[in-house]
C-alpha cells in the first residue's frame, strides 16, 4: 500500500508531495508537551538617581490635589515587589513597569521604569538572578507571583534567560517552575547554548527529562554546530584515559550520553494531521494527564501554588500566531495521536494542512485520462501539451477521485504504468 495525500476540494492524492524532504514530520521517543511562549525583549528606559513617585490620579480624602502632589514627591519606596510589560498603544513598543510598595500605608502602585531609582532596579534584578542561580525555590516562586512573564522572558547580557542558570543547579523544581509559567524551553544565548546544552554539560540528568518532557529539541546546535550530545561527547573524549581522579565523572557523562540518544527524533511519516490549535492553550485531555502526572510524581501542582492570576495590563484579543501552533498527528503505526509542536513538523506537512489537504491510502490507479495543458513555444505562441491525471482508488472507501499527477506517488504510477 501507498501513503497518500487528499485535497479535500479536489479529492485525494498519494504521499509523494506529502514531504518534499522524504519527511512528513518529526516526533519525540517522549510525548511533548506545548511550546513555551517566546520572550518579549525591549530597551529599558533610562533611570532616574532617587526614588520618587507621582500622585495618583485621585487625590486623597481630605487633601487637596496640590498637597497630594507634594506629599507624593517625599513618599519613600520601601520595595519592589512586581515587574511587568506594557506595550504603548501607540508605538506598540513594550515597556517596563514595576509595582512599588510605599514605606506609608499608600496603596501599592504600578510605575514606570524611568521614575524608579537605579539602586531599587538594581536591587530587584539582583534578587532574581541570585534566586535562579542559586536554586532558591521560595523566592523564584514570590517574585514570579509579581512578575511572571516579565521575569522567565527576559535575558541577562549573554542572552541567558532564567531557565538557563536554573539548568545549571540542578534543582528540578525550579526548573519545572519557570517552565510551567512560560520559559522558552529553546532559546539560545550569545554562544548558541539552549537550556539543555546547560543541563547535559552539568550533568543534571533529572533536569535533561524535564526540559525533554516539555518539548526541548535535544537536535538544536550551537555556535560551533555541536548538538547537546555531540558537546557532552567532546567533554567525554577529552578526559584523560586511566586517570582514576576523573573516573566519576566520566561515568556521569556516560549516562548523560545515555539520555540524550534516548530522546534522539526519529523521523516518522504521518497518516494524517487531524487538527491544529495555539500551542499556548493545552486540551482537557492534556489537563488531566497533566494533573495525573503530579500526582505520580508527589502531587507538584506548580500552577495552583502560583495561582496563575497572570498580569493584567489591558490590551485586546491576540490573534493566533500561525508560526506558534501545534498539530495533533495521527501516526501510521499503531500509537494513539499526539500533539506535536511546529518546531518539529516538515514545512511542507503543515503547508498541506493549512491547504485543507489530508493524508489517506491509495488502493490503485484505475485509469488515466490527457488534460491539456497552456505551454509557451519558441516565438511566442501558445500551444497545448498533454499531461495527464489518474482515477485513484481509496482504501478507506472515500469515492474514487481525479488526481493530478503531481498528487501521486512514483511506486504507484510504475505499479500502474507496469500492468
Known sequence: MNAAKANCRAGRATAAGAGRNGLAGRRPNRRARPACTAPVAGPRPPLRRFPRRWAPTTPRASETKQEDLAKAEEAKVEELVGVRLVRDKESGKPFVQYLVKWEDEYEDSWEAADDISEDLLRNYEDKWWRAVKTGEYDVVVSML???????????????????????????VKVVQLLLANGAEVDLRDKEGYTPLHLASGYMQVPVIRALIDAGADPEVEDKDGRSPLALVESLRDNLPDNNPTVFSRKLQLEEVIKELEGNLYEEVEPANVLEAR??????????????????????????????FGGDDVGGSVEELDMSDREFLVQWSDDQEPSWVPQKHMAEDVVEDFDSGIEYAVAKAILERRAIAAEVAEEGGEEGKEA????????????????????HISQDLLTQFEEA
Do not use: F
Open 145 to 171: 507571583m509579581g512578575g511572571r512573564e516579565a521575569l522567565v522572558s527576559g535575558v541577562d547580557d549573554d542572552r541567558r534567560s532564567a531557565l538557563h542558570y536554573a539548568c545549571g543547579t540542578g534543582v
Open 278 to 307: 495555539s500551542s499556548k492553550k493545552g486540551s482537557a485531555v492534556e489537563e488531566e494527564d497533566k494533573e495525573e502526572n503530579e500526582k505520580e510524581e508527589g502531587g507538584l501542582d506548580i500552577e495552583a501554588e502560583l495561582g
Open 387 to 406: 499531461e495527464y491525471e489518474y482515477l485513484v482508488q481509496w482504501e478507506d472507501g472515500y469515492e474514487d477521485s481525479w488526481e493530478p499527477r503531481g
